[in-house]
């Protein structure tokens, strides 16, 4: 209904390390739809091959503190060892303060990084805030994306999230190659009432005013990283 051609599916938290959803969704695609999946240390070789074979092309590990504990980066560490060969990319889901106490841990990973939903920046905050510096230098100096979604969540004043506008701009303008869309969609965990996909995407042309920055967001950026056309 969204008129997107291409999709990628982010594994939810709530179905665990099962991906076989995920897995149909992208084997009924016909080629269309790429994955993120979530892993534990007990998969093997065999099973990274065949989650790669069905299209999955990075994993996730979520951090949210409402979700789960504290960041555990020797466990992410471990596993991302496993998938250096496969081309593959680490999302990681952290709270905006996380980005700060973790910082030295975020820098020694040697796949790319894609930070989920901004970072769940505190708006309230501004700009200045230092987590939101943080993620920002993060993106001119490392092999890093930022995910851009989660309008619904970040936002203080709710739709249509003008507050949220600003932070979006901000990474998009620091490194346009390395920002990402997404919608969030279907909204996992959401108590406060479900957002209009439709309003989310209205976000777009706000974020990216001028065609050729778009253009990157919701096709170059996510074909490349995700290895559309492989």
Not at 38 to 50: A, P, Q, S
Request: aromatic share 10%.
């Amino acid at each position: 209904m969204l008129g997107f051609d291409r999709s990628v599916i982010v594994q939810a938290t709530c179905h665990g390390t099962d991906n076989a959803a995920t897995l149909d969704a992208i084997a009924a695609s016909n080629g269309d739809w790429r994955g993120v999946a979530i892993v534990d240390e007990n998969f093997t070789d065999k099973d990274f091959e065949d989650l790669h074979a069905g299209g999955i092309r990075g994993i996730r590990f979520s951090f949210a503190r409402h979700l789960s504990g504290p960041p555990n980066f020797d466990r992410v560490h471990r596993i991302a060892e496993k998938i250096e060969g496969l081309g593959w990319h680490l999302v990681i889901y952290i709270e905006a303060e996380d980005i700060v106490e973790f910082n030295a841990d975020l820098r020694k990973f040697r796949l790319p990084v894609v930070f989920d939903h901004m970072v769940r920046v505190k708006v309230a905050d501004g700009l200045e805030s230092e987590p939101f510096k943080l993620l920002l230098d993060f993106m001119r100096n490392e092999d890093v994306w930022v995910k851009i979604s989660c309008a619904e969540r970040l936002s203080q004043m709710g739709a249509p999230y003008d507050d949220v506008v600003p932070f979006a701009q901000a990474v998009i303008e620091t490194n346009p190659d390395r920002a990402l869309w997404g919608t969030d969609w279907p909204h996992p965990n959401l108590w406060d009432g479900m957002p209009d996909d439709g309003h989310l995407v209205d976000l777009i042309p706000r974020y990216a005013p001028d065609r050729v920055t778009r253009q990157k967001l919701l096709v170059n950026n996510p074909a490349a990283l995700y290895g559309f056309g492989d």
